[in-house]
Each structure stands twice: as C-alpha cells, then as structure tokens.
C-alpha cells in the first residue's frame, strides 16, 4: 500500500480496502496495515487479488477517484470511475498534441534523452563492474562509446528538427549496440546486431520477448490514467499497434537490456532454452518461461530510486509512473514530459 503523488498503489494480495471517516484503510486478515486520507488521492491502483468495499467504492464514483484492477503481473482488467469523467477531454488534448508536431518534438526530446541517457549508465556500470578484469583495447572502447553518448545527450538537447532529433536517437542506439557484444560474459551466447521481426539468435529473442512484456505493462499503465496507448508521439501510428505504449517503453529499453545480460551472464538461461523455428526465428523453449518468469517476477519487486517521485518503489511500477507524468504533461498540470533517469 503505498500513496505516490495521489495515487495509492496496492500490491498486497489478500488486502481488503474500505473507507473509515475520510480514510481508506488496508486490512489484511482483519487486521487493520494501513491507513490513507482519501482527500489526498486522485486514483487507486490494484494489483491481482485486493478487494473494495462497496462503500469505498460509491465515494470514489461519486469524488472522481479512479479504482484500476490489474491482474498480479500488471495487465489491465478494468476500471471503475463515476459517471462525470475527466478521461475524453485528456484523450482530446493527447489526440490535439499527436497531431501537432511542434507539441510531440519536446515530449519526443524527453524520452530520447531518456533512453540515450539510460544507455550510458549501462555502459558505466559494465566499467565499474568490470573494468579490472577487461582487455585494455576493450576498455578505451567502452570508455569512447561512454563519452559519445554524454556527447550525443548535448546534440539531442540542441536538436530543434524533429526528423534530426529521430536521426540522432538511431545513431545512439547504432554507438550503443556496436559495443553491446562486449557485455556478454557468457561463451555460449553471442551477438553481432540488433535483429528484430523475427529474432535470429538467443540473445536477440530474449531481449525482444521482454521488451513485449515491458509494453504490456506500459499498456496497462497508459490505460491506467486513462491515456489511449494506441495514440503515440515517437512511433508511427498503425491500427492495432500500441505506439504510445512503445514510446513510454523506450527509456526502459536499456535497463531492460541489463537484466537480460544478468540471466545469461549468471547462466540462468543457456543456450539449450533456446529453439529455432521453421521461419528462421529463435524463441525461448516453453520450460524454460518458468526461469525466465521467475526471474522476471523478482526483478519487479526490486527497489529503484525515482528522482521526480522522490521515493524508492518497486522496478515493477516505474511504467505506472511515468504513465502518471505523461497524463499530467497532457493536462497541462506540468510542463514537460520527465523521463526515468537510472542513477
């Protein structure tokens, strides 16, 4: 149970929510484990098993507080609100801006600087962690590509052209990838380019099939505020593509990127957990989605410092998060889009 900037989010399964004077509280087995001034929220989050009272939900209907449902992974289920909702006019004003390219380049310039931002620290801490046991060549390598991408966020921040600005994000993500290989620690596992639709080696397929659950749970969190995940800034729009979901997924690209290396460099996954497909295509074994589950599930629960937030929170509700600052952006409540910055 935990309040972030008027948002109470409920993680606690089992956990039953009612309304006490002007409080929600949280009981687990009848015993009372939380208490919350309802005036100070805005929306509940619910994750898997937590029950309403009824009472709490008539106050919540009638005072314009959100109840989201999402099952214990973070996929939507539904929403309650009362019959007075502020959701077409955010999804109006989100639509406004998708068709305005000089409202899309500042939020696309955040999360660009985000994710260029992010690689960094992923290259960092590989010096860190690492550095004493690497080749010397290596190392001068790592350390240029470092300093090109601190380099590349002072470009991107003087990039007024949206066409450039895109053109400067796929010249990071070249830089980034190029020395990628040289993260790997793990012999059985190689990687020579980012390859995508469909992936052709190990390593590519595990990074993309999590970077699909991280965009379900972006999803659910756009869903969550009551944005459109269909109606994005940076990727194009296509029916049934869910491009403000990937444009939120982005900046979480690179830390994603760490906890696939972490499963193959600690061989929590070998080569043999891997199949290839009559297409061409390489996808994780069936038995092996136990593993990776697991170790997926952990890594949601680990604690993450959020700088704007200014709390540590579980990885898992980053997305619910910055979900949270692009809806506000949208209703003008702040003035731009902030970006998870990883320290």
Known sequence: ????????????????????GENVVMNIDYEVKGRVPIHKLDAIVCFGQVSVSPALMAHCTDNAITIT????????????????????????????????????????????????????????????????QLDENIVNQLETTQKRLEL??????????????LGREGEMASLYFSVFPHFIRNTDFDFKRRTRNPPTDAMNALLSFTYTLM???????????????????????????????????????????????????????????????????????????????????????????HEWFEETVPFGLLPHLQATIMARHIRGDIDAYIPFLWK
């Open 1 to 20: 149970m935990r309040p972030l900037k008027n948002t109470l989010f409920v993680q606690t399964q089992g956990a039953w929510l009612n309304k006490q």
């Open 152 to 165: 590349g966020l002072h470009k991107i921040l003087a990039t007024q052209n949206l066409a450039d600005l």
């Open 215 to 305: 965009t379900h749970d972006c999803r659910s969190a756009l869903e969550t505020v009551g944005l459109d995940p269909a109606c994005g800034v940076f990727h194009q729009l296509r029916p049934g593509r869910p491009s403000l979901a990937l444009d939120l997924v982005e900046e979480f690209r690179p830390i994603i990127d760490r906890f696939v290396l972490s499963l193959v460099n600690k061989r929590q996954l070998n080569k043999s957990d891997f199949k290839q497909e009559a297409s061409g295509a390489v996808a994780l074994k069936d038995e092996a989605r136990q593993t990776f589950f697991k170790a997926w599930h952990e890594r949601k629960q680990q604690p993450i410092y």
């Open 69 to 132: 449902h999402l099952n214990k992974y973070g996929k939507f289920q539904a929403r309650i609100e009362g019959a007075v909702s502020g959701n077409v006019l955010l999804r109006r004003e989100q639509y406004r801006i998708s068709d305005n390219p000089e409202r899309v380049q500042p939020i696309c310039h955040s999360i660009i600087l985000g994710k260029v931002h992010n690689q960094r620290q992923v290259v960092r801490r590989y010096l860190r962690d690492y550095k004493s």
